[in-house]
């Protein structure tokens, strides 16, 4: 098993471009999510999906969207990216729908730059 | 909600042994504690878990008091290896769903020197 997969690992982006963040795993986990890490900060959660064709907002949902069309993939998209959303994104999935009570299993990162 | 404080930042030497400290007041019935470790440019990695009393794996053991208002992470003979972020983190629910969203904090830094 490849785990959680997500790409790319580094980009860079100026203002008011557009991009989608992906990740993918492999596990058949029913729950997904993803969180950004500032520096010196501890991870902040974006959005999180609990099956195909459902998500919601986490702590810092703006300026985000997602959708999660299969249970595999679960992209992260930035419409209009703004310099405040320099940080590194962590893409986490977890087997159900309780993820205070299950593993949670995290890829590794992509670092974005927003100038 | 179960809001959780732990230290900024721990030191300590190869061969000793560790203890993390969480404190989480406000903690639900059925919340249970979690943490997990992070190494610099990874994701986190989960340790362990647990509900009450006390928890032993591999990697370390999680002492909760009765009460369940702090946790305490212990990490046997530490190595270098062993430098990273540790979370501790309390799951909560949303109303009455069995969804639920993962809170984490800043963390507690430990610095293991030789």
């Known amino acids: 098993n490849a785990g959680v997969t997500q790409t790319p690992k580094f980009q860079v982006l100026k203002t008011g471009q557009s991009m989608t963040l992906q990740c993918a795993q492999d596990m058949n986990h029913e729950y997904m999510s993803w969180y950004r890490q500032d520096p010196g900060m501890g991870l902040r959660l974006i959005h999180y999906s609990v099956g195909a064709g459902i998500t919601d907002q986490g702590e810092v949902p703006n300026g985000y969207n997602v959708s999660r069309s299969t249970t595999e993939d679960f992209p992260l998209r930035l419409l209009s990216a703004a310099p405040s959303q320099t940080s590194v994104y962590f893409c986490?999935?977890?087997?159900?729908?309780?993820?205070?009570?299950?593993?949670?299993?995290f890829g590794p990162g992509t670092r974005l730059t927003v100038l | 909600l179960a809001k959780t404080t732990q230290p900024i930042s721990m030191d300590s030497y190869e061969g000793q042994e560790v203890n993390i400290t969480c404190s989480h007041n406000n903690i639900a019935t059925n919340d249970y504690i979690t943490w997990y470790q992070q190494f610099p440019s990874q994701g986190p990695r989960f340790i362990i878990q647990g509900y009450k009393t006390k928890v032993t794996n591999e990697v370390a053991s999680l002492f909760i008091p009765a009460d369940r208002k702090s946790s305490t992470l212990s990490l046997p003979r530490v190595s270098l290896s062993d430098t990273a972020v540790y979370y501790c983190?309390?799951?909560?629910?949303?109303?009455?769903?069995?969804?639920?969203?993962?809170?984490f904090g800043q963390g507690t830094t430990l610095q293991v020197k030789p």
């Open positions: 983190l309390v799951g909560r629910r949303i109303g009455s769903s069995n969804t639920g969203k993962l809170i």
């Open positions: 986490a999935s977890s087997y159900s729908w309780t993820p205070m009570t299950d593993e949670q299993f």
